[in-house]
């Protein structure tokens, strides 16, 4: 397994403003992804953050909303730009740690925002 | 497409008896699937996982689930709930030739009763 952590664990903004969240994982691996999880809802995949590439974003999700880096083998960021109410959602990033293509996925505690 | 649906957005047990949260998939090829669990305000883990060894896996905390083609189903079962066990659990695919995708269930939260 890895121990993923996850900053802040919550934080409450204002409408307008964007708020960065940083994942840091205790060993070097090769994919990381981040999630959304909105009130009352089920996991939806945001995108997955490549090291030296643009990140993919799944449907629905767009590079100017969520801009992602990943400067390294163990981190990662993911900004929630121009903030509304709706984006009040906790956000996970997780981790697979390979080798294989069907490899479950380890999760960060989730970053609780709740935007004003 | 890929998918899974759980057919019970909430179960209610008493302690000490069975539990049964249901979870169906669609998939044209012989899929991996797993069951996470997500107590309050903690994130999420996995309790077990199908990558087409055994149909019948074992889990964590007593859990284990049965993959069962013929009925395209993948049900969590216990046969004895304890109160600690009241959280919400997803049910999850990864998409054939799609790996790190994972599609969530819309979960389902289970209650405890005393």
């Known amino acids: 397994s890895a121990v993923i952590s996850q900053k802040p664990s919550r934080d409450i903004c204002q409408r307008g403003t964007s708020l960065t969240i940083q994942c840091q994982v205790d060993s070097q691996v090769t994919m990381m992804f981040w999630y959304r999880q909105q009130p009352g809802q089920s996991l939806t995949l945001i995108a997955t953050a490549n090291q030296g590439s643009e990140a993919t974003y799944e449907s629905g999700f767009v590079i100017d909303k969520f801009p992602i880096s990943r400067p390294n083998l163990t981190f990662s960021t993911l900004t929630v730009s121009n903030m509304s109410p709706e984006d009040s959602s906790i956000y996970l990033c997780s981790v697979d740690l390979g080798p294989g293509a069907y490899n479950e996925q380890f999760f960060g505690p989730g970053t609780r925002l709740t935007v004003l | 497409a890929q998918s899974v649906t759980q057919l019970d957005s909430h179960v209610s047990v008493s302690e000490g008896t069975p539990v049964l949260l249901r979870c169906n998939y669609s998939?044209?090829?012989?899929?991996?699937l797993f069951w996470y669990v997500q107590h309050p305000n903690k994130g999420l883990q996995l309790l077990l996982k199908y990558t087409s060894a055994a149909t019948l896996v074992k889990g964590i905390n007593g859990f284990e689930a049965e993959f069962k083609k013929s009925e395209t189903s993948f049900h969590l079962t216990k046969p004895s709930a304890h109160m600690s066990d009241a959280a919400e659990y997803f049910c999850?695919?990864?998409?054939?030739?799609?790996?790190?995708?994972?599609?969530f269930g819309q979960g389902t939260e289970l209650s405890v009763k005393p």
């Open positions: 998939s044209s090829y012989s899929p991996s």
């Open positions: 999850v695919v990864i998409p054939y030739n799609q790996g790190g995708k994972l599609i």
